[in-house]
Structure formats: C-alpha cells, structure tokens
C-alpha cells in the first residue's frame, strides 16, 4: 500500500507538473470575452455594405480565437462578435445601438450612412460607448464630438482626387451629378459639387435626383444623357441601383465616363449591367494583390472560406476591427469598459500595418479634416470595373 501511495503521489506530482508547465507554455490566463457590435444596412438595396462589415469582423475573430484569443493587459480575452440589421432605418440604428450597449458593448462597428450615424449619437455618449461607422458627415467626427471613427474614405476626400485624375488623364472638362432623394446621397452630391467647382469643371446638372424604391431610370438619366457631359457621377449610389443606372445610360447612347465615391459589388455589377458596366470608377477596398501583405491574403482566404466569396469592400472593412484591438493592446484591459482609456491611446498609436506592404502603420488619420484623429487609416485605392472584376486605377492616402 505504501509503495501504491508512493507511486500516486508521484503520479500526482508529474501531473502537477506538466499542467504548470502547460499553463506556462499556454501564455497570460484566459480572462474573458471581448464583445463586439456591428450595426448596419443587412437588407434592402444596400445589404452589403452592413453584412460585409459583419462578416469582416466575424472572419477577424475567428482568427484571433483560432490562435487562444487577444493579449489585452497581460491577459487573454476572446472575440464575440453580435450582429444587428438597423434597415438604413435610423429608428432601428437607435434600437440597435441601445441593445448592444445595453448588453455591455462598447465597440461598436458601423452604421454605413449619415442618417442612421448621426441618430445614435446620443445613445453612444450616454453610454459610454464609441462606434466606427461608415457616414461622411463631418460633425460625427469634429469637437465636441469624440465617440465616433470614420471607417473609410469619405466622398469629399475621394472626390476631388478622382476628378483631378480623370482631368489629366481623361481630359474630362465637364460633369454632371445624380442622386438618390436622401440625405447621405444628397450630402455626397453637394460636396462633389462643389469639388468640381473647386477643380474648373464645368458643371452641367447637379439637382437630378431618383426615388429610393426605383427600378426604371430611363426619365432621370435621359436627361443627363442629352447634356453629353465627360462624367457621369453616381452620388452615393448603393451597390443594387448602380448596375441600372449604368445599363440606363448606355442604352440611351452615353458614351463618356461613370463614377462614384462609394463602395460597389462587381458580382451585382456583371450580374445586372454586364459588359455595360466597364470603365465604371468607384472607391475600392484597401487591398489589391499590389499592396496586400501576407496577414491581408490570409484574411481573404478566412473570408472566402466563411462567406463563400470575396468582395472588394472586404479589404477597407477589415481594418476597423483590427485597429480597434490594436487600440485596446496599448490601452491596456481598462480601456475594454472605459472608452475614455481608448480615446487616450488614439493619438499615440503606431504599430506595424500587418494588411500592406511595405513600412507601414496602423494610427488614426484626419485631423486635417476633423481637428482631431478620427479616421482609420485606410488606403485610398480606386477602381474600374473591367469584365467581370475590379482593376485598380491608382493608390492614394487621405494625406
């Protein structure tokens, strides 16, 4: 009995042993989990603005929690991502911004335009919260206000270098605008306008406008048509009424050129405007095969693997995620409750940008715009849409 006793405590010891040595080996203590919102469009006409914000952030916890999680403070936390549809309806953005903070989120990522943004502002500072949206409007990100990050490049940024590009390259002189009758396509409109104003252009129509809901834009593009401008500008178009525009004026015999400041789908592009589409501009995702380093390839395969599909806007929507880690890594474990702690970490971030090429940081951007940091730093790569696919026109930053 005693040599069994001796043997088992022995055996005791062993295990003891190799479980310290195990836990050693595993790193910093499992402490619990961080909890991530996304909130945005996941239905209707521009459903895939939101769901790839949501399946972006999904994919980036998956490989995080596949590797034992994120180091916050000397401790590991992993990611749960919760997902709501506001509709593009600003009732459903402020529902859904009180159900996530409701349940201690303090992150959240999106909406995806001004209207739906700017509603839950007041749900953000009353609860200590901050959200990384996709919306253009300034006031979200300039003093007083301190709880928002733009997620991507804005219309009034990308436009007036896209413009200025098709000048020298295109010899575009005169340009005419359509719009979507809502505010957001409207603002974007207005502050295209007046960059081409800004540039010499000659501006031929500005107030044609669309209802949402409409599926014959034959009566609204006939008359840009007839104005034969060098450029066509789909203001704030969504990725379902850009491919019948683009088919409206081709058929009517428009020649010249298509753009817009927002992201689009090439699948919906091919799939609904086909060959009519080619030469379409528009703001792509910050990951051409150029620029992507090999943490962004892996992220597109993770992607793929989850959604079945790529798609370029996938590539400017991973980096909100990302940045907010990187940002709660240097604030350190108090920041996950306290956004007071992330907002004091902001300014100071530098850290190596795994998703470009090249000697790269990941810090916040746009204090020339914002008076203060409050941009993620998302490349600003443009694109034509070229049978079936996009092709990157050039590569630029918001500097």
């Not at 694109?383 to 026109?393: I, S, V």
Request: hydrophobic share 45%; charged share 20%.
């Amino acid at each position: 009995m005693k040599t069994l006793r001796t043997i088992a405590a022995t055996a005791a010891s062993a295990t003891t042993l190799a479980l310290g040595a195990a836990l050693l080996a595993a790193g910093p203590a499992q402490a619990g989990t961080l909890k991530i919102g996304v909130l945005g469009v996941m239905s209707g006409p521009a459903a895939s603005w939101g769901l790839v914000n949501r399946y972006c952030a999904e994919v980036t916890a998956k490989m995080y929690n596949d590797m034992g999680g994120v180091e916050i403070g000397g401790e590991k936390y992993m990611i749960e991502v919760s997902s709501i549809d506001d509709k593009n309806d600003p009732k459903l953005s402020i529902n859904g911004a009180k159900k996530h903070t409701g349940e201690g989120i303090r992150y959240i990522i999106g909406p995806n335009v001004d209207t739906t943004a700017q509603a839950i502002v007041p749900v953000l500072e009353e609860a200590g919260a901050m959200n990384f949206p996709y919306a253009f409007a300034r006031e979200l990100y300039t003093p007083p206000r301190s709880n928002s990050v733009l997620g991507m490049i804005a219309s009034y940024q990308a436009g007036p270098v896209i413009y200025k590009r098709l000048m020298a390259d295109s010899g575009v002189k005169s340009i005419a605008f359509v719009a979507r009758n809502e505010s957001d396509p409207l603002n974007q409109r207005d502050q295209g306008v007046a960059a081409a104003n800004m540039l010499g252009l000659e501006v031929l129509a500005s107030e044609d406008t669309y209802e949402p809901g409409t599926t014959d834009f034959f009566p609204v593009m006939s008359r840009i048509v007839q104005l034969d401008p060098d450029l066509i500008v789909l203001s704030g178009v969504a990725p379902s009424d850009a491919p019948l525009l683009i088919k409206s004026a081709r058929e009517l015999g428009y020649e010249g050129l298509l753009s817009t400041e927002t992201a689009q789908d090439a699948k919906i592009l091919s799939e609904v405007a086909g060959d009519a589409a080619n030469g379409f501009i528009s703001v792509g995702g910050a990951s051409t095969p150029e620029i992507s380093d090999d943490y962004m390839n892996a992220f597109r395969e993770a992607y793929v693997a989850h959604v079945g599909e790529w798609n370029d806007e996938a590539g400017t929507k991973v980096y909100a995620l990302e940045v907010i880690i990187e940002t709660l890594k240097a604030a350190g474990k108090a920041a996950i409750d306290d956004i007071e702690a992330f907002k004091a970490a902001m300014p100071g971030l530098k850290v190596e940008n795994r998703l470009l090429k090249g000697e790269n940081s990941l810090a916040y951007v746009g204090t020339g715009f914002f008076e203060q940091p409050r941009q993620l730093p998302i490349p600003m790569v443009v694109n034509e849409y070229r049978d079936g696919g996009f092709q990157t026109l050039f590569v630029g930053s918001v500097d």
